[in-house]
């Protein structure tokens, strides 16, 4: 299938930001290739996109972001279905229960790090790989908590540090692509409720409590970030170039006015 449509696969894009991501971009008439970690998961997202969007816009393959050849596969069902890829987004990422790094099963820990960093990474050198012999394309990574330097969360250790890590990789890929047709950048969505945050899908441990309290103060839904950051994503042309969809201004103005302004983000 052949078309005049930006394509756009997303990584982690079976629920959260970036299933949301990928609605917005539906929205502004591109194609999308969807993925996650499993078939079943798959499948469901693009049932709900296509329903709304048309099947003839949406494909999906199941994808361990780990695993270098399945990010190969990833790329040609893309080209295959829709001809070429202009914007590759890695969004897959976990976090690791919020206990101190000693007291996380060291499985947890080699999780987070391949999806979060290693998966980020592989992904890039596959979509440049491809993009660099099409003659053009984008790839952006999410970036977060961590890769806001100075700032620490307590029990987000393994997850900050791999987003601090991803900080540095898109710098060094951004320079990397210096005069080439293909340019890298990075998205920093602020704190959005999605599952990731709760745990609500892996089990995690966490503190309801706190986290509404924080969210309800600086947070925003996905419905309201997605599509800014789509938006942004399809603007840009410039090469290293940082999405920070909630300014630090706007964070500082959530927490001054909090105890007048009473934000509802969840329950």
Request: glycine share 12%.
């Amino acid at each position: 299938m052949m078309n005049d449509a930006k394509t756009i696969v997303i990584t982690g894009s079976t629920r959260g930001i970036g299933f949301g991501i990928a609605g917005s971009l539906l929205d502004l008439g591109c194609t999308v290739m969807i993925s996650g970690r499993t078939q079943p998961a798959v499948d469901e997202a693009v049932r709900q996109l296509s329903a709304s969007h048309g099947a003839d816009r949406v494909r999906g393959l199941p994808c361990d972001v780990s695993d270098a050849p399945q990010l190969q596969a990833l790329w040609d069902e893309a080209v295959k279905a829709f001809g070429h890829v202009d914007i590759w987004i890695n969004n897959a990422g976990i976090a690791a229960e919020s206990l101190p790094v000693w007291e996380i099963m060291p499985e947890q820990i080699s999780a987070v790090v391949r999806t979060n960093l290693a998966g980020a990474m592989l992904g890039c050198g596959v979509a440049v790989r491809g993009m660099l012999k099409q003659g053009y394309g984008a790839v952006y990574n999410l970036e977060g908590l961590g890769s806001d330097r100075g700032r620490f969360v307590p029990g987000t250790t393994t997850y900050g540090t791999t987003k601090a890590a991803l900080r540095y990789f898109d710098d060094a890929l951004a320079t990397e692509l210096k005069d080439k047709p293909v340019i890298c950048g990075s998205i920093l969505p602020g704190m959005v409720y999605t599952n990731l945050v709760t745990g609500e899908h892996d089990g995690r441990r966490q503190d309801p409590a706190r986290i509404n309290g924080i969210m309800n103060i600086i947070g925003d839904r996905v419905e309201a970030i997605a599509p800014k950051i789509a938006q942004r994503v399809l603007a840009n042309t410039t090469n290293g170039t940082r999405i920070r969809v909630v300014s630090g201004i706007t964070i500082l103005w959530r927490f001054m006015t909090a105890p007048f302004i009473k934000r509802h983000i969840v329950d």
